[in-house]
């Protein structure tokens, strides 16, 4: 297949999309280190309101979904990501600056909205310019440089704030976008040529939103998907603090987090390879089982004294949750949208839009209830695991009947 022409060389096209698709990995992770001063400073030590600065971010970043896809189908793909990022770095500015919890939290929202540009529309710019494998080819690729951003955003975020305070990592976030806002701008060509753009209207976004909520197993295969982005939420708000107030290991915490997260990297390539054979409902299954189990025997195990050993356990529960969600969240997408081929466009946005402000409000309930050790993280992902393992038996047996 002859490349594209309205676009950069291969490689730089490559990291210009693994860049931009990094934006919300960075703006969440860099932050994990940095929940406890921001807790000291403006949240008279709650670290439950830290936290939301993790929620609100996604819950801006799922309102944000809904409306970048069709924004980008009228205005164009760079019009829209560079707006987006521009919105990103103004609320980082304000985030920087702020004095109380109340509009650090409103700053993190607008940031989120503005972040799902670069995340939803740096897709359609891949659907302009590829098709086939070599589609496949470039999602590939850039998801390779992607998985390294949880690795190391870490220890971006500990690193500025030992040296320069917790506001540094916001500064930070208006670099990281004028980077990739000023290589979009002088180097990517617009995709979406004028002739091909359609008017904005609510109509089909509406109509993609009952489809799939009117679809019954579709509904099923959404709320499974809700349940176990909960479950990633509660790990990324909450582990820092587990870090902290049960093992005082904080200044371990991002290597640690970077060893989990290289670890559970592979997963996804594993079940694009088991996927083929096991079937998409079976891997579901297995995973879901799998976590459940793990969470017992976790949960179990929490409640004795062991000493250093509580570390390693809590270690290997961190490990396997995140590696398990490799087959998880993947699967259950498709499983989402394989029955709407005819509004799938619109019915990502609706998908992911959903799934993830829902499942913000819910880890923000959760957050709630987290007291700096393992038990109630614990409880909150078995909950949420075995929910999700529900709609998938009721979603078998309607096939079934």
């Known amino acids: 297949m002859t490349p594209p022409t309205k676009t ?4 730089e096209f490559i990291g210009l999309l693994a860049l931009l698709m990094a934006t919300v990995a960075y703006s969440v992770d860099a932050m994990l280190p940095l929940l406890t001063p921001i807790s000291e400073e403006l949240a008279q030590g709650s670290m439950a309101q830290a936290q939301q600065v993790i929620t609100v971010f996604m819950i801006g970043l799922g309102t ?9 189908d009228r205005l164009g793909r760079k019009t829209v990501i560079l707006c987006g990022i521009v919105l990103y770095m103004i609320a980082a500015a304000i985030a920087a600056t702020s004095q109380d919890i109340t509009m650090l939290l409103v700053a993190r929202f607008l940031q989120g909205f503005g972040a799902a540009a670069p995340r939803v529309v740096s897709q359609a710019l891949v659907r302009d310019l590829y098709s086939g494998r070599m589609m496949a080819r470039v999602v590939s690729f850039s998801m390779t440089v992607f998985t390294l951003v949880p690795a190391i955003a870490p220890f971006m975020g500990a690193e500025l704030g030992a040296l320069f305070g917790w506001r540094a990592i916001f500064w930070s976030f208006m670099a990281f976008g004028t980077v990739s806002g000023l290589w979009l701008l002088l180097r990517q060509p617009e995709t979406l040529s004028a002739e091909n753009r359609r008017p904005l209207a609510i109509a089909p976004l509406w109509l993609a939103l009952k489809t799939v909520l009117g679809h019954s197993l579709v509904r099923l295969y959404l709320l499974a998907l809700t349940f176990v982005f909960t479950t990633m939420l509660c790990w990324i708000s909450g582990v820092a603090a587990i870090f902290e107030q049960s093992f005082d290991r904080t200044a371990q915490f991002p290597a640690w987090f970077a060893f989990v997260a290289i670890l559970s990297a592979p997963a996804s390539l594993i079940n694009a390879r088991l996927v083929v054979k096991v079937g998409m409902r079976r891997m579901v299954a297995i995973a879901l089982t799998w976590q459940i189990a793990i969470s017992v025997i976790a949960l179990i195990g929490f409640q004795y004294p062991l000493g250093d050993w509580g570390f390693e356990l809590f270690i290997l529960f961190m490990l396997m949750q995140f590696f398990s969600i490799g087959f998880l969240i993947g699967n259950l997408n498709a499983l989402v949208l394989e029955p709407m081929g005819h509004v799938a466009g619109m019915a990502a946005s609706v998908v992911g839009g959903f799934s993830t402000v829902i499942s913000a409000l819910l880890a923000a309930t959760a957050a709630t209830f987290m007291n700096g050790t393992p038990v109630p993280l ?12 529900a709609c998938m038996i009721w979603a078998r047996q309607l096939r079934a009947d």
Not at 378 to 389: H, T
């Open 8 to 11: 950069l060389p291969f490689p």
């Open 378 to 389: 614990a409880v909150s992902s078995l909950l949420c695991l075995v929910l999700a393992s």
């Open 64 to 72: 944000g979904t809904f409306i970048m896809g069709p924004l980008s």
